[in-house]
């Protein structure tokens, strides 16, 4: 894999914070490798739609990369139900399916972005930077008032 | 079965192959059959559901399962690894997933069910409805064969065909 800058977090500098959640564990690890080679960290997993948001609720990750097709809850249902409680969650759709419609629900229910399958760590990359901006920006304002 | 249906899964398994095993394919063996499908390595199905119903298997032959498994997570794992037959329902997923999108954008509407490992020797017999398409993927790593066996559901064509005129 390239070499990435690593992406942090803009207030502490610490590693970005990640929860992956797909119904395949060669899906999550292949994720996960991506993510370590951006400079973020892993702190959780979930296989479906429920776990994800019990997994929220206990890590408050920065980032989530969401699957959409999976057992029990789906990822779009499962990124509304987390939007609905934590408004500023950076929810990323990772999935197969991308067709309009799909892209379109995942965003009006608060997704931030979408990436199809198979996943290029370049596109993932700059998609992960475009959705931490809002943390470079908050870091920059915070900055300029203190 | 009509080839706007099968097309697009030929050309997505032809992208995500290429891409996941890092090696030029080759399209052989292309055959309608009607007997029950006999598993060749590790399988996964996929289910649809919606205007166009069925299944469609993928069974990659160990070699390619364990070089597509092997590439993707950057190591070098053993046939007997268990990621190996996850890859290869995370390789169904993604060429049925693209596929779906492409369908799904020219007016088709329809739910992908999540890949279930496909371990019985032999799948059910298919129908003068739904008779199987089958194709084999030649690439350097191995063979992946692909039986498609998808129909329209018969309401949905009989609304679209009545809109139509």
Known sequence: ME?????KRSGDGQPVRYLIVDDSVFARKNLAQMVEAFGGQVIGEAAD???????YDRLNPDIVLM???MPQMEGIEAAEKIVREHPSARIVMVSSVGYQENIVAALQRGARHFVQKPVKAEVLYEVIKYVMRDDQAAAHSAGAGA | MRMELIQPFIN????VLAQGL???????????????????????EVCLTGDIEGR?????DQKAATAFASHLSGTELSDTHELVREAVCELANQIIGNAVTVLNDQGFHFRVHPPTFHTSEQGSKTS???????MCFNTERGNVFMNVALRYQRRRALERTVAAG
């Not at chain 1, 739609?49 to 997994?55: D, L, N, Q």
Request: charged share 30%; glycine share 4%; no cysteine.
């Open chain 1, 3 to 7: 070499k990435f800058a690593p992406v």
């Open chain 1, 49 to 55: 739609g429920v776990s994800a948001i019990t997994e």
């Open chain 1, 67 to 69: 699957d959409i097709t």
């Open chain 2, 12 to 15: 997505s398994a032809d992208a």
């Open chain 2, 22 to 44: 890092a090696s030029p394919i080759v399209i052989e063996n292309l055959a309608m059959e009607e007997e029950a499908y006999r598993r060749k390595g590790l399988a996964a």
């Open chain 2, 56 to 60: 469609i298997i993928f069974d990659a």
């Open chain 2, 128 to 134: 003068e409805d739904t008779e199987a398409l089958v």
